[in-house]
């Protein structure tokens, strides 16, 4: 297993093999009062559950949703791995992995399109230029951590040629400003805010180098959930992509609904919300796939869950 691997995938294996032995602490009465409990980070990947939110009267007809900040991934993942959230914006993979182990949920949508910059300090003007140099990353197990190995073999390096290390998404752009990181990929705004505050540069963008779309953030919901509360989670759902759509627009009202949720310059959120799109959150089996083959290349997963197994897409008209 490549260096940074380590520490993390020990975390998020201790926090799987706990979360699966524990007593959920909901059960099917705990829906009574249609309270979906979501959890989520301070992320513009995010947004449609913001909207989601921040409009359940126009979305959810009387049923309402509890947002849960969390402060980190393997937080959330705890959470949602032991039952104490109905669901969570999530990344892909760190999902997957807890799928993979047992744990019974399903990723029924996406929560945004692109919007993963490879951000690099002035003096980088190429991948080539990061040897030897530190490179930030919000989690092993993610979109960013993939981004950078394909970078970096289509430059002719291997992984081991830079340094990567786990780094909490808002120390990013201040860490690089600072000379202790030489390049960070991340989720947005904080790219954006390293672009607006001139802390670095765009190296690449994510759809650089992944076919269609480089799967980042998906929308998780626990089997019980949508056992228990069908009509729920089929009215939630169903909500949360129309929300997606109004995430998108740049007016007045969207801006003032994104930051509600996030604590952003308006010129960074602007940049952000060109680099990202809500349009589509089907999840393809092509770029399913594509992750999870990378993801056993890359030593990140043994036996990764199946679309089949994993993805539920029966919230989705039928394509024609």
Known sequence: MKKSH???SYMLISSLFLSACATPVSGPDDNKNDVIRLGHLPITHAAPLYFT???????????EIELIRFGSWIELMDALNAGRIDGASV?????????????????????HREGNAIMAAHD????????GETVAIPHT????????????????????DVNVVEMPPPEMPSALSEGRI???????????????LDTGHVLHQSHEFCPNNCLCCALVLRDDFMEDSPELAEQFVKGYLDAGERAGEQTEES???H???????????????DWISYDNLRIYETEYEFLRERLIEMGLADDPPSYEDFVDQSYFEEET
């Open 91 to 111: 990344l892909f993979e760190l999902a997957m992995k807890a799928k993979e182990r047992g744990i019974g949920i399903s990723a029924v949508a996406l929560g």
């Open 259 to 273: 930051k509600n949720y996030l604590n952003v310059t308006d010129e960074a959120l602007e940049l952000s919300l």
């Open 141 to 160: 197990l993610s979109a960013h951590n993939l981004l950078l190995d394909e970078m970096l073999k289509r430059e002719g390096m291997d992984y081991e």
């Open 182 to 196: 030489s390049s960070y990929i991340v989720a947005e705004p904080f790219g954006a805010l390293g672009v607006t």
């Open 255 to 257: 801006l003032a609904a």
């Open 6 to 8: 380590t520490l993390s």
């Open 124 to 131: 980088v003007e190429s991948p080539a230029d990061l040897a």
């Open 53 to 63: 939110k921040e409009f359940e009267e126009e979305y959810l007809d009387g049923a």
